[in-house]
T-cell receptor, first 110, second 117 residues
């Protein structure tokens, strides 16, 4: 059964901390892995990863994919209260099928 | 529970035809969301329901789009008439509560890939 599992389910940190969010997957015919930030109703796209070992960065956020071990991590450095959100991981398989994890809820305390 | 179930998984239709996408949310979830994903715009919220009532449809692009939720276990998104620019992946998601924080995760269906030619 194809699935995407995110961990931890929830996380509480203090401002300035660095966090690492995990996404592991078992998906047949993998095409890409996507990270989203969900604050209200619509997730905001963060990264799309297709190749192993190539880090993608955007400001304080970075992500990398390991296609051998079937996982990805999302790092956030120097966290701010505005980073508080649910972070979703999704895997796209061939045939335009998408599998979403249930997300990691991040709370950043001032 | 089998999760959020969407149908069909793929739909190819000709311009001008009516398209109906279907969604069965997770039992007990009070919120249902319809999203559209394209490479250009990413994931866009189209409309969401609370207890079968449409709450916010400001994301619905045009009058050609309509959504209904006749009961707690079923929703449809209809496009009439369809146009090539409607081609996208359409997601349905359900959740117990609103918002992405705190910990009110939305459970997504696998999506319907719509191609309008």
């Amino acid at each position: 059964e194809d699935k995407v599992v995110q961990s931890p389910l929830s996380l509480v940190v203090h401002e300035g901390d660095t966090v690492t969010l995990n996404c592991s997957y078992e998906v047949t015919n993998f095409r890409s892995l996507l990270w989203y930030k969900q604050e209200k109703k619509a997730p905001t796209f963060l990264f799309m990863l297709t190749s192993s070992g190539i880090e993608k960065k955007s400001g304080r956020l970075s992500s990398i994919l390991d296609k051998k071990e079937l996982f990805s991590i999302l790092n956030i450095t120097a966290t701010q209260t505005g980073d508080s959100a649910v972070y979703l991981c999704a895997v796209e398989a061939s045939g335009n099928q998408f599998y979403f994890g249930t997300g990691t809820s991040l709370t950043v305390i001032p | 529970d089998a999760g959020v179930i969407q149908s069909p998984r793929h739909e190819v239709t000709e311009m001008g035809q009516e398209v109906t996408l279907r969604c069965k949310p997770i039992s007990g979830h009070d919120y249902l969301f319809w999203y559209r994903q394209t490479m250009m715009r990413g994931l866009e919220l189209l409309i969401y329901f609370n207890n079968n009532v449409p709450i916010d449809d400001s994301g619905m692009p045009e009058d050609r789009f309509s959504a209904k939720m006749p009961n707690a276990s079923f929703s449809t998104l209809k496009i009439q008439p369809s146009e090539p620019r409607d081609s996208a992946v359409y997601f349905c998601a359900s959740s117990l509560a609103l918002g992405g924080h705190p910990n009110t995760e939305a459970f997504f269906g696998q999506g319907t890939r719509l191609t309008v030619v």
